[in-house]
């Protein structure tokens, strides 16, 4: 089973739509989670970081469930500016931190 | 955000040479420094992680003695590919973190190595 996992998409949604995508991982002592966004051919950028108790950030939130050891990111309202690959990146302790991303999902928001 | 800077940007290298590439964390001290690699359409695979005064940990599969890492300082890390392949071209991406848990990293804007 891959550490980190995502459906690559792509998901394609017209302007305005609501979209969600979910990530697996494996780790069930995983202790912090992220999601990036990146753009083509360009490095990956801090989305929002993934609490336990759940937080959002304008049309982004963010939703962690341990106990089936799935994240989740929900978009509202999605605008063209969105399309996009967004990774899910969780911190594995396994004697030293290391972050693992998972393979990404691409968003494309159509007119 | 905190700023990682990662040099050279892009660079085409004939096969056999060596390529040396430059990641500093610029306004803030980097305990662990990630390197990791990004073929066309894929995702990002760790290569390694690299702590300020010891060695790096190899992912399973990556040749430490054909990526040389050193993260001599808390501000610098770099990455060599030595004895370069077209094989090896690739997007290289490298990561810094301010803490040692649960703190997000920032990126640098990546190097594109072309092996001709």
């Known amino acids: 089973r891959k550490e980190v996992e995502q459906d690559p998409g792509p998901f394609n949604v017209p302007e305005g739509a609501t979209v969600a995508f979910n990530c697996t991982y494996s780790n069930s002592a995983s202790q912090s989670f992220f999601w990036y966004r990146q753009d083509c051919r360009k490095e990956p950028k801090l989305l929002m970081s993934?609490?336990?108790s759940g937080n959002e950030d304008g049309r982004f939130t963010a939703q962690l469930n341990r106990a089936s050891q799935y994240i989740s990111l929900l978009i509202r309202d999605s605008k063209l500016s969105d399309s996009a690959t967004y990774l899910c990146v969780v911190n594995y302790n396994t004697g030293f931190q290391k972050l693992v991303f998972g393979t990404g999902t691409r968003l494309l928001v159509s007119p | 955000g905190a700023v990682v800077s990662q040099h050279p940007s892009w660079v085409i290298c004939k096969s056999g040479t060596s390529v040396k590439i430059e990641c500093r964390s610029l306004?803030?001290?980097?305990?662990?420094m990630f390197w990791y690699r990004q073929f066309p359409k894929q995702s990002l695979m760790l290569m390694a992680t690299s702590n300020e005064g010891s060695k790096a940990t190899y992912e399973q599969g990556v040749e430490k003695d054909k990526f040389l890492i050193n993260h001599a300082s808390l501000t610098l890390s770099t990455l060599t590919v030595t004895s370069a392949h077209p094989e090896d071209s690739s997007f290289y991406i490298c990561?810094?973190?301010?803490?040692?848990?649960?703190?997000?990293?920032?990126f640098g804007q990546g190097t594109r190595l072309t092996v001709v």
């Open positions: 993934v609490y336990s």
């Open positions: 306004d803030f001290q980097a305990t662990t």
């Open positions: 990561s810094a973190r301010r803490g040692t848990e649960n703190t997000e990293a920032f």
